[in-house]
């Protein structure tokens, strides 16, 4: 059985046996012992461990995958032009995602109405000012940054060695081997995890609705429901609009070239798994030359998650909703910002998104436990997410194509199906 369809079935079998031990009484433990011993001393207990795992892994996976996006960024004087237009398109276009999802999540109000046990002990730290903020940015330890999960920091540093492992010569390519090595293992560790998701997932929604019952049905609807609005909306009016502003082509003609692309993202969930598609796809049907698809694109796939930043937008604002506290404007620009650089870090493989969602809660003080509150629905989402990601590498790809000249509007306006690739060769989904 597939990952996608265990993890579905862990879901499902979850939310009955929750229900069902909701209507036996489960969520009042005078009534029923037994069953409140059990969902609290091996649910809760499986649940947690699973959350734990899941903020293990976010130190080394946003350092060791930002170092790596950061040494790709080329090296001569154009391709460090090229570079700058693709950063700087990448990371305005998911500002704008994370701030869409942040207002549209304050509309709707996801998550008022769940009332969690912890939100009575829980007291938010109070918000830095912006000055602190800046400053705080910058490390004088990286180390004591990781430890104390400091990511922001991390992401600085990250950066800088990154950099600095291009200007170093063949030193600085032997120590990229290296952290290219140490990315792969961590990203063994994900798979690893993810593949223990469906035991996670089925202990975390089990105890979630035996205390909670219906209500977190209709709460977890609305939470699915809001990010797949934001989504499309990011998609086909963000996107579309920078598109034809910027080249002066038809978004519909490009979305109809994407489509292979778009269709492979929404099967495998992975941006790293669809990257061949979406180069073959963005040469050979949205017409971008090699020399700017082939840095685009890769680069896309590490720093480019507007789908991922929707998702820890619309997350925030829920559970904080779900907690009953309240985020200041402060607290959600740093929402903002955290959203914004952790995306650079987001490897592009399923369920990555949750560990770096841990980064943005723990940054404006929120209880990452709150992650177990919409993990179930989540794999779900991430194949829509996958897909919004993967229209945007096409998307900046196809921009700074045209803007150095490089694309080629004769390929790009023939919508037939010829030279399309039907699947990734090599590539396995994750």
């Known amino acids: ?24 009484g489960g969520d009042d433990p005078n009534k029923t012992p037994m069953i409140a011993w059990f969902v609290n001393n091996i649910f809760d207990v499986i649940g947690q461990i699973f959350v734990i ?16 996006g950061s040494a790709s960024m080329g090296e001569d004087v154009k391709m460090g032009q090229v570079a700058l237009k693709t950063v700087a398109l990448y990371l305005m276009t998911t500002a704008i995602a994370v701030s869409l999802a942040l207002t549209v999540a304050n509309i709707v109000d996801p998550g008022v109405g769940i009332n969690t046990s912890e939100a009575a002990n829980y007291v938010a730290k109070q918000a830095p000012s912006f000055k602190e903020v800046f400053i705080g940015i910058f490390p004088s330890n990286p180390f004591q940054a990781m430890v104390e999960g400091n990511m922001l920091q991390v992401i600085v540093f990250a950066i800088l060695v990154g950099v600095s492992i291009l200007q170093a ?49 209709v709460n977890l609807a609305l939470y699915f429901g809001t990010i797949v609005f934001v989504l499309l909306l990011h998609a086909s009016m963000v996107y579309t609009s920078i598109f034809a502003l910027l080249t002066r082509l038809n978004p519909i003609t490009f979305f109809k070239n994407m489509r292979p692309a778009l269709l492979f993202a929404f099967s495998t969930s992975s941006s790293n798994a669809t990257m061949p598609i979406t180069l073959n796809v963005a040469k050979t049907r949205v017409g971008a030359h090699n020399s700017i698809a082939s840095f685009t694109v890769p680069l896309g796939a590490t720093v480019n998650m507007d789908g991922t930043a929707i998702m820890q937008g619309i997350a925030t604002v829920f559970i904080a909703q779900a907690y009953g506290l309240d985020l200041s404007m402060g607290e959600y620009l740093a929402v903002i910002a955290t959203a914004t650089l952790a995306s650079i870090g987001t490897a592009g493989v399923p369920g990555v998104g949750l560990i770096t969602l841990a980064m943005v809660l723990q940054q404006v003080g929120l209880p990452v436990e709150g992650i177990g509150l919409i993990i179930g629905v989540d794999r779900l989402l991430d194949m829509l997410r996958t897909v919004v990601n993967v229209s945007g590498d096409g998307m900046v790809t196809a921009v700074v194509a045209h803007s150095e000249g490089r694309l080629d509007k004769t390929i790009f306006n023939d919508t037939s199906e010829q030279e399309t690739p039907l699947k990734a060769p090599g590539h396995q989904n994750h």
């Open 53 to 68: 795992s899941l903020k293990l892994l976010v130190v080394p996976l946003v350092f060791f995958s930002l170092v790596c």
């Open 1 to 24: 059985m597939q990952l996608s369809s265990r993890i579905l079935l862990g879901m499902t079998l979850g939310i009955i046996l929750g229900l069902i031990l909701n209507a036996l």
């Open 169 to 217: 010569g063949e030193s600085g390519q032997t120590v990229l081997r290296g952290c290219q090595m140490i990315s792969d293992v961590i990203m063994r560790m994900v798979s690893i995890l993810m593949n223990l998701a469906p035991y996670g997932v089925f202990c975390l929604l089990a105890k979630l609705f035996t205390s909670q019952g219906f209500s977190a049905i």
